[in-house]
């Protein structure tokens, strides 16, 4: 008589052994396709960095194929002891896992993101679109892969007394392991310490959740948090970038162009809806008498927007013009006709931006004293004293008190707290509206007014929880409280006009580009904003973001879309539309922007 417990048994471990040594080669396969992830990913530039990338490619998709075999097909081999049929499912279930992992490739080369249900919509969207095209393709593969899944089955199945003797899989198992528990060990030291050439990796492989134990170090005293939100506000990233293409062609110039003088005045944390006769009569005064558009929107929530002003360009590529120390060219063309610069703050240009990214040719005096609006305003009125016809110059004022009306945070919601905060902040813009009253009177009253550029904005807007969702200050959300700020803009032998259709800080570097230093290159070779002179209607969208999530902005609704590719939709009142779905072309533009100035993978 047979055995059946011991027939069933060893049919059992047979297919057990069959499985791990599925898995292995699975593994391996799934390892060369990753290879395609590492070669559309900018090389780390340390050593440290590269380990941590070759011992993350080892672990993580030794992990991933492995886990998956434990989650799904070794319960299914004590239900399906017959060999054949767990043999098809297991060869169906890695087709489909290899495939979706081609897929995956294909939406990391192309967008820079891994499958998500965004993704996936444009993937099987109706529009013939030449990505969606493309994507089609790749399902040709999948008979092929169907093929070799079959031939590996068999033949793993057909030489597995031979693997077993070859007693490689305890070599291996170790070496997985290790691999994955040294890339976890790695990136918890580099959270914690922000270094960036390994947390820049973080969303390079798909599923990819690297173990952070931050809040654990900050708890017991290893790790001080002040001093690392420091080091990150000052370094960036400091990851690994990608390398920039930028400008897309060289920009050429006018021969002969007029010397304009131009005077930029970034008044920070001022609302678009602060421009009234009551809070800044001044500012309005200036307002009615040159170009007001006042459907303006910053490029950032936060001083990220300063990039977008001086470059044209969304914040995302903050780190990788911060690394390779490309100016903005508007800077560049002013160095290059001798114009004498002036820049002054009242916090001292505090921003990192200002030192790192935006005027790195030592533009700044360093201070002696402890600076201030006030003090910031004397020294450019000593120092435009000394201005004189025959040299043209720049200057650069910033004014910091709005954003200082109050430092400390609200403790609730309600509406009396809200209208303390609002009623404190109104005043900080009035007392600057009044020390601004000096600056243009000074120069209007300069021979040179009428070949002057006076341009004054703020770098992003401050909210009171007018959305309700516990928002104050600025750095929170894409709404229009944080986003929409005044632009006032003067311009030699140029009309008064109000101008309603909607623009952006980014629009601002092509306008100087063009219509100052007369350049004839298009626009969109060096930003991704257009001339303000040209708009004539509005647009789809504007963009918007920082160097994690952007914003695209329409005339109903904010859509929102993280480093994930996860997106959420907002109403004109930035309440949260959750089964609302944004048009696929939309998503596409707004994704396609943010990596045109990058050099493509070949």
Known sequence: ?????????????????????????????????????????????????????????IGHFGFLIFGFYILVLFPLTFITPSQRLMRILSVIIATAGMTLLLLDTYAYQNLHLHITPLVWDMLLNN?????????????????????LQLSLSEWVWNKLRKLAHKHVGRPFAITFAIAFIGSHLIHTWADASAYGPVTAQRATFPLSY??????????????????????????????????MRYPLEPIVFKTKQKDYNLQIIMIDSLRADTLNHTDTPNLTRFAQNNLN????????????????????????????????????????????RNYQFGLFSGDDFNSSLYKQIIFTKGEIAQSTEKMNDKKAISQWKEWFGKQTSEKPWFSYLELTSVSEYDDAAPISTSNANQSLFETNYRKAVQRTDKQLKAVLSTLKQSPDWEKTIVIITSNHGMEFDETQ???????????EYQLRVPMLIHWPNVEPELITTTSSHLDLAPTLMEEFLGTTTPADSYSSGINLFDQTEDRNWLLAGDRKNIALITGKNTVVIDTFGNYRVYDENYRRLKDEKPKLSLLMQGISELKRFYHPKK
Do not use: C
């Open 1 to 57: 008589m047979v055995d059946s417990g011991n027939t069933y048994g060893d049919k059992v471990s047979k297919l057990i052994t069959w499985g791990h040594w599925f898995s292995f080669f699975n593994i391996i396969a799934a390892m060369l396709i990753g290879t395609r992830y590492i070669a559309q990913s900018p090389w780390p530039e340390t050593f440290l960095g590269q380990t941590y990338l070759v011992l993350n490619w």
């Open 293 to 336: 558009y006042n459907n303006h929107y910053s490029a950032s929530n936060n001083p990220t927007s300063l990039f977008g002003l001086f470059y044209g360009l969304p914040g995302n590529y903050v780190d990788s013009f911060r690394n390779s120390h490309i100016e903005s060219p508007i800077l560049t063309e002013l160095h290059a």
């Open 127 to 147: 529009d013939k679109s030449n990505l969606n095209t493309q994507w089609q393709y790749l399902f040709i593969v999948v008979p092929v892969i169907f093929l």
């Open 469 to 479: 969702t516990n928002s104050w200050g600025s750095s929170t959300n894409f709404s």
């Open 210 to 243: 690297p173990m952070t134990a931050r809040s654990f170090l900050e708890k017991h005293g290893f790790i001080d948090r002040e001093a690392l939100a420091k080091q990150i506000q000052n370094e960036g990233t400091g990851g690994a970038t990608e390398a």
